[in-house]
Structures are given as structure tokens and as C-alpha cells.
């Protein structure tokens, strides 16, 4: 069985990196897939329900900030696959399905370490459902996140570009500091 994994949140300046694990069934309404950084934010949302709903698995993990600046964004966004799979693998058990043995399939060009054979596929999130689908779960729950750490930190505009380069994120950053969920080692300059 396939197992689909995805991150979202490589390159922001504030906030996690979230990645998600995705195994799908043959009779998935795989019509409400698509690539989702072209699919609006609704598109997603009723996309997640979906997939949370009738994926025969799934999981999410984050790897966070200060994880990002210990060991950079590629190593964190690997930990952060790690744990979707773990996270998939014990939703799996709580739920009485027996564990199964996944071929992982992952977006881009690098596999995490995990008990599965994995097949690194750049571009996965448009050609792969399973994967299409972790693109989604990942991206919906990394952006609810943000909206979140925005209810602490307004001042940051979180909720509009979810830690994402803008100028006016650059501008917040350059008058009220680093928040405290900020990657310390990603540059602000370009305000």
C-alpha cells in the first residue's frame, strides 16, 4: 500500500514545518485532489475533511522553530516526515486497523528515516494522489497553526501570509523584534 508524504512550510521566516502521511483506499473521491498550492484555501479545507475521513490512514509532524535553527530546514523537514509516519502508524493501532506494510512515496528529493521502503519523486504532489493528499493535510494544518500563534502574536499579520517572506511580515519583524516563534536562522533582509 502507498503511503504519500508531504511537508508545507519550508520557506517562512516564523512558525513550524509540518509534514503529513497519507494512505488512501481505492474508493477515494480522488476528484477533490490536486496540487495544494494551486487549490483555494476552501478547495483544501473540504479536501482535509475528506481525506481525515476516508483515508485508510493519516498522520501529521512538526518539527518546530528551534529545531528549524538547530539542525537546518531540509533535516527538520525529514524529522517532521518521520513523525507523520509515526503519528499515521500509531492513529493506525488506536483505531484497531492492523499496521500495514506502506511504500512510501515523497515529494522532492529526499526520503526521512523511517521503517518503510521510500521512493524520493520530485514533484509527487501533482502526479500522486497519496501524496497529493499529505500535500493538503500538511498545508491545512500548518496554516491552522498559524492562525493560532496569530491569536497570540497580532502583531506579526500570521493569519494573512503564515510566517511566509512578505514585506509586511519583514516590516513587523524589523519594528517589533523577533517573535518568539521565529526561525532565527532565516535572514529578514529585503524589507
Not at 480522488?30 to 483515508?55: M, N, P, Q, V
Not at 516526515?81 to 511504500?103: I, P, V
Request: hydrophobic share 40%; glycine share 8%; proline share 7%.
Amino acid at each position: 500500500m502507498i503511503c504519500g508524504i508531504d511537508e508545507a512550510g519550508r520557506g517562512p521566516l516564523a512558525g513550524p514545518v509540518c509534514a503529513a502521511a497519507v494512505a488512501l483506499p481505492d474508493d477515494f473521491p480522488f476528484e477533490i485532489l490536486g496540487d495544494s498550492k494551486k487549490l483555494s484555501s476552501r478547495a483544501r479545507e473540504t479536501a482535509r475533511g475528506i481525506i481525515c475521513e476516508k483515508a485508510t490512514a493519516w498522520g501529521v509532524g512538526w518539527a518546530y522553530a528551534a529545531e528549524i535553527d538547530r539542525i537546518n530546514i531540509l533535516q527538520a523537514s525529514l524529522l517532521a516526515m518521520k513523525r507523520a509516519y509515526e503519528d499515521l502508524l500509531e492513529r493506525s493501532k488506536k483505531t484497531g486497523q492492523e499496521t500495514r506494510n506502506y511504500t512510501a512515496v515523497i515529494d522532492g528529493l529526499y526520503a526521512p528515516d523511517i521503517p518503510a521502503p521510500c521512493t524520493p519523486l520530485v514533484k509527487a504532489d501533482s502526479i500522486v494522489p497519496e501524496v497529493m493528499a499529505a500535500s493538503i493535510l500538511a498545508k491545512t494544518s500548518r496554516d491552522r497553526m498559524m492562525d493560532f500563534y496569530a491569536l497570540f502574536y497580532p502583531q506579526y499579520g500570521y493569519e494573512k501570509h503564515k510566517g511566509y517572506p512578505t514585506k509586511a511580515h519583514r516590516a513587523a519583524i524589523l519594528k517589533y523584534g523577533p517573535s518568539p516563534i521565529q526561525r532565527m536562522s532565516f535572514s529578514v533582509k529585503g524589507v
